[in-house]
């Protein structure tokens, strides 16, 4: 039997190789787990809208919530503390719209995948009010408020422990074959570029071909009729 010796270099290729693999998988996985989570704090100038946008995967839940910060607790929020709300799919299709209003929330499941867009506008007044506005906004599994779940037993926590590794694991699942889908569409593309590409270059040399023998028609021609050949 004949062996095939694998010299060092090659070696350390080859474990190089996986541990990019590996780390790949991993930054991955951890991208998934991270908390798909959008929640701040700005300032809006009256008359001004300030939008925001998340990518959702289409069948899944998304919730948010909105409020105006009272710039004095001891007292009500004035008229002037009124936004306009508007929630919008890739398309334009709106899920939830609300005018002058001070705090609400919303809740869509997608019916499409792409960014799905949320504008808040403050109320137009004179003279000019800053607002600071509180957003919070979660998508998939994050959707769901396990900490009012959990009871107090063992066997109710490890329950709830389990329904959280199950809507986790059905996350990656999910985002895999989104990323697999992602994969393919990008691999059609790129075949549909090739071939277009090829069908460009035999056209362009057609037309090369064609106007050097125009040329050398068009200098035959003269040259016979000044009889030079």
Known sequence: KLVKSISPLDSLNIIAAMDLRRS???LL????????????RYELLSGHTKCISEE???NAMSVGKYSIVNPNDDHP???????TVRVTSPQGTAYHEADGVSTGQFSLTAVETGDYITCI???DHKPETMLTIDFDWRSGVHTKDWSNVAKKSQVEMME???????DTVTSIHDE???LRDREEEMQELNRATNTKMAWFSFLSLGV???VAGLQFWHLKTFFQKKKLI
């Open 208 to 210: 090369c071909l064609s």
């Open 77 to 83: 929020l004035p008229d002037s503390h009124k936004i």
């Open 29 to 40: 996985i951890l991208s998934i787990l991270s908390p798909a989570t959008l929640s701040m």
């Open 160 to 166: 709830f422990e389990v329904k959280k590794l199950f």
């Open 24 to 26: 790949s998988i991993v």
């Open 176 to 178: 895999m074959f989104y």
């Open 56 to 58: 959702i995967h289409a």
């Open 121 to 123: 506008s403050a109320v």
